[in-house]
């Protein structure tokens, strides 16, 4: 294991002056457009739904599927528990979440 004392201290400097300006010089160099774009990308995965456990069986373990009637419904995996039906994943996980 290295530890500070075994680098080049100059080397460590740098280092820590190009992390000091690198999220600085992206957003400078990104439009009002793209940092929107990429904060709505980051908050959507961020506060994405996810399944909670199994209604039925009371255990973890679920898979999202896709229907023929263009719908998605959470199925799981260990009693093949079937959930109500969304018009996307978000919605299914939703009303998923509603039968605990």
Not at 3 to 19: S, Y
Not at 28 to 40: D, K, Y
Not at 52 to 59: M, N, R, S, Y
Request: proline share 5%; hydrophobic share 35%; net charge positive.
């Amino acid at each position: 294991m290295r530890t500070t004392t075994d680098k080049n201290p100059n080397a460590v400097a740098l280092g820590h002056l190009g992390g000091l300006k690198g999220g600085k010089a992206r957003a400078a160099a990104l439009s009002r457009e793209q940092r929107r774009e990429i904060a709505q990308t980051a908050a959507r995965a961020r506060w994405k739904p996810i399944p909670l456990a199994c209604p039925f069986c009371h255990k973890t373990g679920h898979s999202i599927e896709w229907l023929d009637e263009d719908c998605y419904a959470v199925v799981c995996i260990n009693c093949a528990g079937f959930g109500p039906q969304g018009k996307d994943e978000d919605e299914a996980i939703k009303k998923w979440n509603g039968y605990n």
